[in-house]
């Protein structure tokens, strides 16, 4: 079932088509917030997709499609590794097909594009490992401890959201160092802390050295923390509202990630009814060496950390995944094999859900991978190759990115997707500023005011064209010249 999503080339997710058009940018000019603004994404996502070009492979939708799946299917490598540090044994195997299943068969839109969360839950999925490895071998190495580190360090740079879930593994770490060599603790620790810092330290001072520094801290630590969904103060809850609601927030907007979720409720209620008394289920968090006592302190970060943010897009949500594989293991472990089998037949729910496209003639595949059947243009993107060429900047006002991707046309502005610049937020004008003098410096062969009533987040024409902002809408009027207006869309030239 996933297979048809490899073969779909149209975009999934407006998140992945940002992306993209940021990698495709990096190719051309490869120095972040010069030429491009991953905002909350983080730059390595985005670099990441800039290797993948210039090893040869084409930014494509197909390419992203791909990467989402292999980069999942690398965490559940880790997720297996580390439960067979507990010596769970054939349980190991077991208690990932909830997870296996759930990456094999979901076609829900958010679980199947290239997310944002992907790297950064693969490097905590490789810390989650060494953990497990050092709990049980109570050794550590040098190559160990920094190659930890380095994935600590990394993992801020995926996604700033996962700073608090670093953050607990990173502790952890130290506090295993404390347990099991105390002898070395200094040293160890310091091989760990040095790692992480030397990571960050050699970041920023390539930032320094490019005259990019306080871009970086402005526009990735600053505006990212401060600002809401929307940019509206009106969307705020406090977190504590946020907290009462979020199971029901869970339920309705998780959907696809409750196929993990079902036998994991229901392992977890025969755990707590077999372990009801207070020394036994005491004693089951202290094994491992508290082991699965931190791991529920993940668990908690990670409520914390989608409360802080606020948005609950569906795809927030695979940070759960890590902490519901290993649990369902520590769970099954507690079964006979009787009762382990009977539980993860809840799994056989996907065979119902086939069985009921069968019987309603509905289609199973959710997208059309026939290559009759598949767009592979849009007339945007034809009319633009008519003015320009691919690999020659282009610049979209309004959140339409497939453009960039469709054409392999790199962002002539570090804000591809138009929504901070235009949209009222207290940073703005910042963001404003730096739009106009980005096309001002890269002088785009094409620019497109794709405001229309479809517009994700900026769909009133009359308030967001580009003719509302007078630097702006004098720049263009100026320089470019209109040639095209197809379903609302207006395409200028270069004169």
Known sequence: MRAPVFLYDLPLNPDETQMLA????????????????????????????????????????HLAHVLSWGLTMFALVFYYKALRYFRFGIVAQLALIPAVAFVSFIQEINYVHYYSESVAILLL?????????WTHQKTFSYAELITSGAALALVVLCKIQALPLAFVLGVWSLVLLFLFQRQKLFLNAGVL??????????????????????????????????????????????????????????????????YLVVPLVILAGAFLFKNRAKLAFLKILKIDSYFWFILLGYSVAVIATLIRTGSFYAHHFTYFMLPFCLFTGLFLSQLTHVWRWAILSTQLIFAVISVEHLVTNSSINLYETARSKQQKMSPVARAILKYANPGEYLVVWGWECAYYVETQMPQGVNENHSVRSAMAHPFQATYYRRYVSDIKRTRPKVFVDAITAQTL???DPAKYGHQNYPELARYIAQNYELKEVIEGVKIYAWK
Not at 125 to 132: C, E, H, K
Not at 233 to 240: A, E, H, T
Request: glycine share 6%.
């Open 22 to 61: 940021q990698g495709l940018t990096l190719t051309i000019d490869p120095l972040l917030y010069r030429s491009v603004d991953p905002t909350t994404s983080g730059p390595i996502n985005s670099y990441l997709l800039y290797l993948l070009s210039i090893m040869g492979f084409k930014l494509s939708f």
């Open 457 to 459: 987040w900026m769909n």
């Open 125 to 133: 999925s490789l810390n989650v490992y060494f953990i497990a490895r």
């Open 193 to 258: 802390v040095l790692t992480i810092v030397s990571v960050w330290g050699g970041w920023l001072l390539y930032l320094w050295h490019n005259g990019v520094l306080e871009d970086f801290f402005f526009y990735y630590i600053k505006a990212n923390a401060q600002l809401k969904i929307r940019f509206s103060d009106n969307s705020y809850r406090s977190p504590f509202y946020l907290l009462i609601r979020f199971p029901l927030i869970f339920a309705i907007l998780g959907k696809g990630i409750k």
